[in-house]
C-alpha cells in the first residue's frame, strides 16, 4: 500500500482536517466511559499542532438523524476531555460546512458530529467539496471507518490539495499490512465469536492464507458439529455445518490445520451463576452448554502460538465474561503475551479480554477498529484507504 503520511509532511501555517474516529462509550448522562479511541488520536493532532499548523478535527458520534444535532449527539463531551489530553483549549464548532469559523496556526478545533450534516453518509461529492475547501491538507486518522465511503473518510480525500494518512491510520494499516501480506511463518489466526454466519466470509478467505486457523465460542461448535463431535444444546449454527466442513476440508487440503478442542466447559444453563464442568467432547450430554475450551485445549493452544511467527486475534474464546468460563480466554490471552510472535488483536471483545487479563503491553499491535480491522481480514478495500492510494499515485 502506497500513501502520503502526515508525518512527512510540511505543515506550517497549512490548514490541517483530520478525522478523527472520537466515537467512545457514554453512560445516560453522557460522561465518557472509555477515552481510548480519544487518546489514540492524540498524536496526529499533536504532530500537527507542533508543526505549526491550524487544527481542524472532526468525528461521528452514534448514529444521529442527518440535518439535526441533538444534544446527546454532541462531541461537547469530547472536546472537553480532548482538551484535557492536549494541555489547550479545544473550542467546539457547529455549522461550520460553509467555514463560517477561523483557526490560527498552533490552535485547535474541533467540528461538530460529520454525521449530523445531510449527504454525510451518502457520501455526497457536493458537501466533500465544500469540506475539501476548508484545509490544504486532509488527514485520514480514522481507521475504524475507513470500511465506510462518505463524505469525510472518503469523499472528502478525493477532491482536498492533499490526502494523507494520519499516524494511528498508518500505524493499524502498515500492521495489519505486515501481518497479512508478509508474514513470519507460521501464521496463526483466531477468529471466535458467536456465529459462523457474521464471518463466514472472514473465515473463507483465512482458509486460503493461514497456517493454522482457531476458532471459538460458537463458531467453534458449529466446526465441532461439523466434525461429527456431541455439542449438546450448545450455541451453534446448524445450517452452516457443510460450511464449516468446507473450511476444514480447505485447511487440510493446504496442509493446514482448524485445531478444534478436545475438552470443554459446560453448564446446564448460561448464567453469571452456572456452575461449570469441564469434559471431554466425547461426554458432553444433549442438556450441556459448551461456554469455554478446556485446559487441555487451552494448552494445546498455547503451545500452538509459542511457535507461530505471526498472530492475529479477533474474539474471546468462550464467555470469558463470567470468570469460571474464562480459563481458555486467559489460556490464549497468556501465550499471546508469551510468544515471540508478531501479534496483533481487534475488535471489541478482543480488545475488552486483553485489557481483563492486563496484557495489552505484550501484544504487538492492538486495533482500534471493529468493522473495517474484520473487512481488513477478509481482503476486502476499505473505500477510505483505497481514496488514499489514489491520491498517492
Not at 495489519?176 to 463466514?200: D, E, F, Q
Not at 457443510?242 to 496442509?255: S, T, V
Not at 485445549?297 to 463470567?322: M, Q, Y
Request: aromatic fraction near 4%.
Amino acid at each position: 500500500m502506497k500513501f502520503l503520511r502526515l508525518t512527512d509532511l510540511d505543515l506550517n501555517n497549512k490548514r490541517v482536517f483530520i478525522r478523527a474516529d472520537l466515537n467512545v462509550p457514554q453512560d445516560d448522562a453522557g460522561k465518557i466511559t472509555d477515552d481510548t479511541r480519544i487518546r489514540a488520536s492524540v498524536p496526529g493532532i499533536q504532530f500537527a499542532l507542533k508543526a505549526g499548523a491550524a487544527v481542524m478535527v472532526t468525528s461521528h458520534l452514534g448514529r444521529p438523524t442527518e440535518g439535526e444535532l441533538k444534544p446527546e449527539d454532541s462531541l461537547a463531551p469530547i472536546a472537553a476531555r480532548l482538551s484535557e489530553l492536549l494541555g489547550q483549549p479545544v473550542r467546539l464548532v457547529a455549522n461550520w460546512v460553509d467555514g463560517s469559523f477561523t483557526v490560527a496556526p498552533g490552535e485547535v478545533v474541533l467540528l461538530e458530529n460529520c454525521r449530523c450534516n445531510k449527504g454525510e453518509k451518502k457520501n455526497d461529492a457536493a458537501l466533500a467539496k465544500k469540506m475539501a475547501a476548508l484545509c490544504d491538507v486532509y488527514a485520514n486518522d480514522a481507521f475504524g471507518t475507513a470500511h465506510r465511503a462518505e463524505a469525510t473518510t472518503e469523499g472528502i480525500a478525493r477532491f482536498a490539495p492533499i490526502a494523507c494518512a494520519g499516524p494511528l491510520m498508518a500505524g493499524e494499516l502498515e500492521a495489519l499490512g505486515s501481518a497479512l501480506g508478509n508474514p513470519k511463518r507460521p501464521l496463526v489466526a483466531i477468529v471466535a465469536g458467536s456465529k459462523v454466519s457474521t464471518k463466514l466470509t472472514i473465515l473463507d478467505s483465512l482458509a486460503d492464507k493461514v497456517d493454522q486457523l482457531i476458532v471459538g465460542g460458537g463458531i467453534a461448535n458449529t466446526f465441532l458439529a461439523a466434525t461429527g463431535a456431541k455439542i449438546g444444546k450448545s450455541l451453534a449454527e446448524a445450517d452452516l455445518v457443510a460450511e464449516a466442513k468446507k473450511i476444514i476440508d480447505k485447511m487440510a487440503a493446504r496442509g493446514a490445520s482448524v485445531p478444534l478442542p478436545a475438552d470443554v466447559v459446560c453448564a446446564k444453563e448460561f448464567a453469571a451463576t452456572a456452575v461449570a464442568t469441564t469434559k471431554a467432547i466425547a461426554d458432553v450430554t444433549d442438556d450441556d452448554m459448551i461456554l469455554d475450551i478446556g485446559p487441555r485445549s487451552g494448552a494445546a493452544l498455547a503451545d500452538l502460538l509459542a511457535k507461530a511467527g505471526t498472530i492475529v486475534w479477533n474474539g474471546p474464546v468462550g464467555v470469558f465474561e463470567f470468570d469460571q468460563f474464562a480459563g481458555g480466554t486467559r489460556a490464549i490471552a497468556a501465550a499471546i503475551a508469551a510468544s515471540p510472535a508478531f501479534s496483533i488483536a481487534g475488535g471489541g471483545d478482543t480488545i475488552a479480554a486483553i485489557n481483563k487479563f492486563g496484557i495489552a503491553d505484550k501484544v504487538s499491535y492492538i486495533s482500534t477498529a471493529g468493522g473495517a480491522f474484520l473487512e481488513f481480514l477478509e481482503g476486502k478495500t476499505l473505500p477510505a484507504v483505497a481514496a488514499l492510494e489514489a491520491r498517492a499515485a
